[in-house]
């Protein structure tokens, strides 16, 4: 199975990837993480896609594109789109990959959350400089230290007020489109995200397993 996970920021897509790498032989492709090492990297292209990111736009197809290929020329296995795609002609880039590599997606899976509480959810996280979890804290008495190692928590560019604020908007005039370019084909779904991650994980679990 080739699996898109949709949703908004803050809607759990990186949790609910880790529950189905546990329960399912899949490879977790994070547009998220892919970005984040390469602007890690300080090559000219991590530059140019720093700055893009930390304005809370989104990265160009044509780059995404080119680099999620080698990824999934990489492995046999099932794939999880985690981020990606968020436009619509990404989603049709993804289609003519896929096709190109003799693969297919078989779910898409669009993972529903109040805008409110995305805005909640994506304040509240902090990573940790040393081993770069990604933890929720209470706003009003933050955390520190890391939970799992001791290090230091920061919070990132993209998880401020503002900077949620904005991608929420980048997100529903760019992303949503996208809901519409699927619903026809038969492998678009729908779950409740403001539920807890467990339950979240149930629902996506009875869709795969139809």
């Not at 968020?86 to 529903?112: F, G, K, Y």
């Not at 509480?117 to 804290?137: D, F, M, P």
């Not at 995200?193 to 629902?203: A, I, L, M, S, Y």
């Amino acid at each position: 199975m080739n699996i898109i996970l949709m949703g908004c920021p803050g809607a759990g897509k990186g949790t609910q990837s880790a529950k189905l790498l546990q329960a399912f032989p899949l490879h977790h492709i994070s547009t998220g993480d892919v970005l984040r090492a390469e602007i890690a990297s300080g090559s000219p292209l991590g530059k140019q896609l720093g700055e893009i990111v930390n304005k809370g736009n989104l990265v160009p197809d044509e780059l995404m594109v080119e680099m999620l290929e080698k990824i999934v020329k990489s492995t046999d296995k099932g794939i999880i789109f985690d981020g990606f795609p968020r436009t619509v002609p990404q989603a049709e880039a993804l289609d003519t990959m896929m096709q190109r590599l003799h693969r297919e997606i078989t779910h898409v899976i669009m993972i529903d959350l109040p805008a409110q509480e995305v805005v909640n959810r994506i304040c509240s996280r902090r990573q940790c400089k040393k081993c770069g979890a990604i933890l929720r804290v209470d706003i009003k008495n933050p955390l520190e230290k890391c939970s799992a190692c001791g290090g230091e928590l920061y919070t990132r560019p993209d998880d401020t007020p503002e900077r949620a604020t904005h991608r929420l908007e980048v997100y529903r005039n760019s992303t949503l489109p996208v809901k519409n370019y699927y619903q026809n084909s038969g492998k678009y779904v729908e779950v409740n995200g403001n539920q807890t991650p467990e339950k979240v994980f149930e629902d996506i679990t009875k869709i795969l397993e139809k």
